[in-house]
């Protein structure tokens, strides 16, 4: 039978070793976390920037433009997968200690309810023009705060089914 000086060593050598670990496996969680935040935000920027914001300024909505309507019903398409992707994104920020997925999360919801909102009139045929243009002020505030947090977004190519 050990000795009881030499359980309490072992004891206090285990304890000390989960209380040192512990702290590192909160940091590679925290990293992973941001990784798959940041993805996500990525992933909801390129659907935006690629098939709503260019078509937008090279004037592919504008009554007349070739392929006008399969155009915007894409932007629509494209939105609601972005606000899909936001959704995720604002789920994993519900029960973080982060204070960059905090900060960076307490501006998601309303972004996540105009792409929606605007998605589904693009999808219906509506064209938005204003709406548009929020998404686009709202997606370059996100950007510029993720920056200054030092933590930067940047398009992630995903394909978009139907697109």
């Not at 030499?6 to 990293?31: E, K």
């Not at 029960?95 to 605007?118: E, R, W």
């Not at 002020?137 to 950007?143: F, S």
Request: no cysteine; net charge positive.
């Amino acid at each position: 039978m050990p000795h009881p000086q030499r359980r309490s060593r072992q004891a206090l050598l285990v304890a000390s070793t989960l209380l040192l670990a512990a702290p590192v496996q909160q940091a590679q969680a925290t990293v992973f976390e941001k990784a798959t935040f940041v993805l996500h935000l990525g992933a909801a920027y390129y659907a935006f920037n690629t098939w709503v914001w260019k078509p937008y300024r090279q004037y592919k909505f504008k009554v007349g433009a070739p392929g006008q309507r399969a155009n915007i019903a894409k932007a629509g398409l494209a939105l609601l997968f972005a606000a899909y992707q936001v959704n995720s994104a604002i789920k994993m920020t519900q029960h973080t200690n982060d204070p960059f997925l905090k900060q960076i999360g307490a501006l998601l919801p309303n972004f996540s309810k105009s792409l929606t909102s605007v998605g589904n009139n693009l999808k219906n045929g509506n064209f938005d023009e204003q709406g548009i243009q929020d998404l686009n002020k709202t997606a370059n505030t996100l950007l510029n705060t993720a920056e200054s947090q030092g933590q930067p977004i940047r398009p992630v190519a995903v394909p978009i089914p139907g697109l």
